[in-house]
């Protein structure tokens, strides 16, 4: 008994107070994507771009504390999916979990932080042409039937974690999850209109490097947090993160110069995210000198893809497959062959003599991916038998600002009248 | 000559231009402007604020063309800008009194006519 005493968490203040500041870092990463997104797409979809992000923040929150951290961080080890047990935040309280030294409640909202950004990058893959309605209720069937799943893999204890899969911060449920899930979600929902007859241009250069900028800032707060603390594993994943976007960003501007003789701002745009995706998985668990390597690495596949995709059908409007999922891939692979013991303490990777490393880390890499686009497939597929999962032509022409929101990004003011709510009900009946 | 001025919808802009391309007519003008038709008016919200927004945002083409590029051009216009729906917009056609092309002094037709032509 005096045993069990002595072995009762203790909460740490000094882990505390970073992971209280860490949460609110990630938390501002979803509006900051929102800004990354809005300047991508034309102007009359500002508003809707910016509040499907917005619509996360609500709806994958609510979810979460529901029965989304439930599913994630409950039940035994080495299964698919959690239980019950922690829904509606029952016996989430101020005692830390076993292992840790925060309390149980920060971790649900530090976790929580995580599935709302992952529930709002899916939304690059439909923006200009989805209802709002309708994506509202995707991302809540979302948010309990894919994120939670994905993360209880790694995270909560599941069959990739019991297995030995090492995932720092989420290359599996955010990254692969975002990824694949968007391509699912571009092929249900169906291309623009007039995507490959016109050309669709982002109307906002500055939005996208200020989203991406704020997006990195904030990613300290994600895979420096994701150590729960201030020990080693945070700072070397926090230090990663300055690392591995600065070479991916470096690896970019060449690959542009080699492409177009320019090296492009929305380029750069996306670099900084590829990069901090890149690091996401891998960023306990290598030394800063791979990281750099990572970094520089990790700009190829996403920028071949990227390249790919914009001569296909696939109208995967913002690029979440090349920038989310391709690039956690290849984290999660990095990790298989770089992990380095004498950093992380947990174990090697191919390079240093454990070969059965890269192994678990294929299995993450091939189920991730499957799981992630077979589910949401599935869930639009339903969705979209019951209602329409899109706006008809007119109102994707007019723009889906004003058709959903009735607002417009950009107002001159000039030739409104002042009306009262009587007189615009009577017009509207 | 004649001075073809289209009033039409934005989003329709880049099919006109295709439909211009088409039909030869090289030399355009385009402006953003904002107008009122017969359009039903919109009624937008901010911070409860409700007001209904009379002016809707158009692209008006000028194209200066000779008496044979006129129907053409028009045609254009109506191709590329029609939609079926209220709004899809005006073509004004203009007596032109006299152009001419700054660079090279041109007058008149041949002022409008695209070089290399």
């Not at chain 1, 070397?236 to 090296?263: E, H, K, M, S, Y």
């Amino acid at each position: 008994m005096s045993a069990l005493l002595a072995a009762a968490p203790a909460v740490d203040t000094g882990d505390t107070a970073w992971m209280l500041a860490a949460t609110a870092l990630v938390l501002m990463m979803t509006p900051a994507l929102g800004l990354f997104y809005a300047g991508l797409v034309r102007s009359k979809n500002t508003l809707n771009t910016f509040m499907m992000c917005v619509a996360a923040l609500a709806v994958a929150t609510i979810s979460w504390a529901t029965v989304g951290y439930s599913l994630a961080f409950s039940g035994g080890s080495g299964g698919f999916v959690g239980d019950f047990g922690y829904a509606f935040l029952n016996g989430v309280g101020f005692d830390p979990l076993e292992g840790q030294t925060i309390p149980h409640m920060l971790f649900f909202a530090f976790q929580g932080t995580f599935c709302i950004i992952t529930a709002a990058l899916v939304s690059g893959a439909v923006v200009e042409r989805m209802k709002f309605g309708p994506f509202l209720i995707f991302i809540a069937v979302w948010s309990v039937a894919v994120y939670p799943v994905l993360a209880h893999w790694v995270f909560g204890g599941g069959w990739l974690q019991d297995g030995g899969t090492l995932d720092f911060a989420g290359g599996v449920p955010v990254e692969m999850g975002s990824g694949f899930s968007a391509l699912a979600a571009a092929l249900v929902v169906g291309a623009r209109r007039d995507y490959g007859r016109q050309a669709l241009l982002p109307h906002n250069a500055v939005f996208v490097l200020l989203g991406a900028g704020l997006l990195w800032f904030g990613w300290f707060g994600f895979n420096g947090g994701s150590g729960l603390g201030t020990g080693e594993a945070s700072t070397l994943a926090f230090v990663n993160t300055l690392l591995c976007p600065a070479c991916t960003l470096l690896v970019w501007f060449v690959l542009d110069l080699i492409r177009g003789r320019q090296v492009t701002a929305i380029g750069a745009a996306t670099a900084i995210v590829v990069g901090c995706v890149g690091i996401t998985p891998a960023g306990g668990f290598i030394s800063p000198g791979w990281a750099m390597a990572l970094g520089a690495l990790a700009a190829l596949p996403s920028y071949a893809v990227i390249a790919w995709r914009t001569r296909t059908r696939v109208d995967e409007t913002l690029d979440v497959l090349a920038a989310h999922g391709i690039a956690g891939l290849t984290g999660i692979l990095f990790i298989g062959f770089f992990a380095q013991a004498d950093w992380n303490g947990i174990s090697d990777g191919l390079v240093y003599g454990n070969a059965a490393q890269l192994g678990d880390q294929a299995l993450a890499v091939l189920a991730t991916p499957a799981y992630a686009f077979v589910a949401t497939f599935v869930i639009l597929k339903v969705l979209g038998a019951v209602m329409p999962l899109r706006g008809d032509a007119r109102e994707e022409s007019m723009g889906m600002d004003i058709v959903e929101h009735g607002e417009e990004a950009y107002l001159t003011g000039e030739g409104a009248i002042l009306i009262n709510v009587e007189e615009a009900e009577r017009r509207a009946a | 000559m004649k001075l073809v001025i289209g009033i039409i919808r934005p989003e329709r802009a880049n099919d006109v231009l295709e439909a211009l391309y088409r039909a030869n007519v090289r030399g355009v003008s385009m402006s953003r402007v904002q107008g009122h038709g017969g359009e039903l008016d919109r009624v937008e919200t901010y911070r409860g604020t409700r007001v209904q927004m009379g002016l809707t945002d158009k692209v008006r083409f000028e194209i200066a063309v000779s008496e044979e590029f006129v129907q053409p051009t028009i045609d254009a216009l109506c191709e590329g800008g029609r939609t079926g729906e209220v709004g899809d917009g005006k073509i004004f056609v203009l007596a032109l009194d006299q152009v001419v092309r700054i660079r090279t002094g041109d007058t008149d037709n041949a002022a409008v006519t695209p070089v290399g032509n």
